[in-house]
């Protein structure tokens, strides 16, 4: 029953994150429309950083979108051609379609750039824990040394 299957919410989710994404890009696009005009009419207004940041942030939403469309996607078990965008089933070696060749990641599950710059404070911190274990364990072998000293 697809009322009570667990993807359909975890897709309903990714759905929400795309419509939202979409109303902030329409959103954004309003206000470049206006800045620009502001700026037509008046010389001395100049609102170019304005419009950049706007047009930034409607990159970076667009690439979300394109991320969670892929996350969709996956939890239908397809994935996406890279090189013709035809929609392959998870465990397919190659594109229908095309014969395009899937590398081992294209069938798992894709992460978002937010996952990955997570993904990535994460195992900096780890890396920052190794090193202050491997400092700690030098610093006790120190003093363990000059307890022999002690002792000849
Ligand atoms: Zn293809």
Known sequence: MALFDPKAKVISNYQRSIDERTSSIRKYYDEIGKLYYDQYKDMNVDNTKDINTRCEAITRLSNEIEDYKLKILFERGLKKCPNCGTENSL???????????????SSKEPKTDFEKAEEAVEEAAEAVEE?????SSEASEAPAEEEKKDEE
């Open 131 to 135: 090193k202050a274990e491997e400092a």
């Open 91 to 105: 465990e397919y070696g190659f594109c229908f379609k095309c014969g395009s060749k899937f590398d081992e990641e």
